[in-house]
């Protein structure tokens, strides 16, 4: 199973360690740092155009983690993960 995160991109459902709020997230010091450093290790996929407001983190089977920027709400994708399982 997928999780769809906006922008054609889908994440398998297996690899999806953590689903957050961009906007109540982001006024963490220590968040803020975690998506500067994703961005500069070029981790991060822009699955919107639009404002972002949920980011969703996957780690694959390698071990490397990989920050979605999404267009959808973190309740919305949230719901569609309960309706996954």
Request: hydrophobic share 40%; no cysteine; glycine share 8%.
């Amino acid at each position: 199973m997928f999780l769809h995160v906006g922008g054609g991109y889908t994440v398998p459902k297996k690899e999806i360690i953590g689903i957050f709020d961009i906007e109540k997230s982001s006024t963490s010091r220590i968040t803020r740092e975690y998506l500067s450093l994703a961005g500069r290790q070029k981790r991060v996929v822009s699955a919107t155009d639009d404002l972002p407001k949920s980011f969703v983190v996957g780690l694959d089977r390698d071990l490397t983690e990989t920050v979605y920027i999404s267009g959808i709400a973190a309740e919305t994708l949230r719901k569609r993960m309960k309706f996954l399982y």
